[in-house]
């Protein structure tokens, strides 16, 4: 009977254990969830997305404190820097979660390493050491410069659509407000995400045209400033709403129309552009495959390194120049 007994409290004690550790993986899992789960990465989303608008009501105040680094020094000495934030709104116009300090860590870390691989390791000089340093380190900006220029071309396709649904939405008898909350419910991403800040900074006490101002702020897109200054303008001096938006929304499409056809007739010139552009590198790496003797005064005697350097400075006068030829501004 006792090794019963015993027998029954050892497995009662087991599954108290058993219990209690189910109980702590589930309260860890929840605090994670409540602190990294996908509401809180998505509130915490719309929050930094909130701080890129240029809003300095008291209304909006409690939203815009966004930290530029996550260490302490790093966010005192970017305060002081007069371009911080203007990078940090770039950041949250690209739709990076990038701070400020991680993009400038990783510019100065490829540099650093760049400059130290050529002049170390490749044993170039100094001026080429500095030219691929520089030009390494750009990269981390050049590629949030692309994923914002990508980002701000699909919102600006996406704004006809957007125009259209609220004027659906005022024929049937919504406001305004009602129509651009339908946007950030109904629309894809990303002109969704930026009409449902729009709708949450109404609903925190901001003004329609200061929310709306905000908008043309964060978004620096033409037309989305025309749809801006339109609405402005009705709601002071009065008029037919949704016969301007009709228009804009016509206007916008032909634009694009417009856009799209001078992008075909260019496509000749930029692949031209592309081609002269690659050529001298993609025929040195074959020159050096075949014969790696004839290309090895240029990596290793002194002229052939100057000459070298003159070549990347002129190429790089020669790709600005076809860049400034090939970009059409409609």
């Given amino acids: 009977m006792l090794q019963s007994i015993g027998a029954n409290s050892f497995l009662i004690i087991v599954v108290l254990v058993f219990v209690a550790v189910v109980l702590l993986l589930k309260s860890l899992y929840m605090i994670w969830k409540s602190y990294k789960g996908p509401e809180a990465k998505k509130i915490e989303k719309r929050l930094q997305a909130l701080s890129a608008s240029g809003d300095g009501t008291r209304q909006a105040q409690l939203l815009k404190q966004r930290m530029l680094s996550e260490v302490p020094a790093l966010e005192r000495l970017l305060l002081g820097l007069p371009r911080a934030h203007r990078l940090?709104?770039?950041?949250?116009?690209?739709?990076?979660?990038?701070?400020?300090?991680?993009?400038?860590l990783s510019c100065?870390?490829?540099?650093?390493?760049?400059?130290?691989?050529?002049?170390?390791?490749a044993h170039q000089s100094m001026f080429a050491g500095w030219v691929v340093g520089g030009v390494m380190a750009a990269m981390?900006?050049?590629y949030v410069h692309r994923k914002r220029s990508r980002r701000l071309d699909r919102i600006q396709r996406q704004l006809p659509d957007a125009l259209d649904l609220v004027t659906r939405a005022l024929r049937s008898g919504h406001a305004f407000s009602s129509g651009l909350q339908m946007i950030g419910e109904?629309?894809?991403?990303?002109?969704?995400?930026?009409?449902?800040?729009?709708?949450?900074?109404?609903?925190?006490?901001?003004?329609?045209?200061?929310?709306?101002?905000?908008?043309?702020?964060?978004?620096p897109v033409t037309d989305l400033r025309y749809f801006v200054v339109a609405v402005l303008i009705q709601r002071d001096?009065?008029?037919?709403?949704?016969?301007?938006?009709?228009?804009?929304?016509?206007?916008?499409?032909?634009?694009?129309?417009?856009?799209?056809?001078?992008?075909?007739?260019?496509?000749?010139?930029?692949?031209?552009?592309?081609?002269?552009?690659?050529?001298?590198?993609?025929?040195?790496?074959?020159?050096?495959?075949?014969?790696?003797?004839?290309?090895?005064?240029?990596?290793?005697?002194?002229?052939?390194?100057?000459?070298?350097n003159y070549m990347l400075v002129l190429m790089a006068f020669g790709v600005?120049?076809?860049?400034?030829?090939?970009?059409?501004?409609?």
Avoid: C
Wanted: aromatic fraction near 6%.
């Fill in 108 to 121: 100065a870390a490829l540099g650093i390493i760049s400059y130290v691989m050529i002049t170390a390791l």
């Fill in 237 to 308: 001096s009065g008029g037919n709403l949704t016969e301007v938006l009709g228009n804009l929304s016509r206007l916008i499409r032909e634009r694009l129309k417009l856009f799209s056809r001078i992008k075909v007739l260019s496509s000749e010139g930029r692949l031209s552009a592309w081609i002269l552009g690659v050529m001298p590198f993609a025929l040195a790496a074959v020159m050096n495959l075949v014969n790696p003797d004839f290309m090895a005064p240029l990596w290793k005697d002194p002229i052939g390194i100057a000459i070298i």
């Fill in 186 to 219: 109904e629309m894809s991403e990303p002109i969704a995400n930026e009409f449902r800040i729009v709708s949450d900074e109404v609903n925190f006490g901001v003004s329609l045209q200061q929310a709306l101002t905000n908008l043309s702020e964060r978004i």
């Fill in 140 to 142: 981390p900006l050049l």
């Fill in 320 to 330: 600005l120049i076809l860049r400034k030829i090939i970009k059409i501004r409609v």
């Fill in 88 to 104: 940090d709104r770039v950041i949250l116009q690209a739709g990076l979660d990038w701070t400020v300090s991680r993009l400038l």
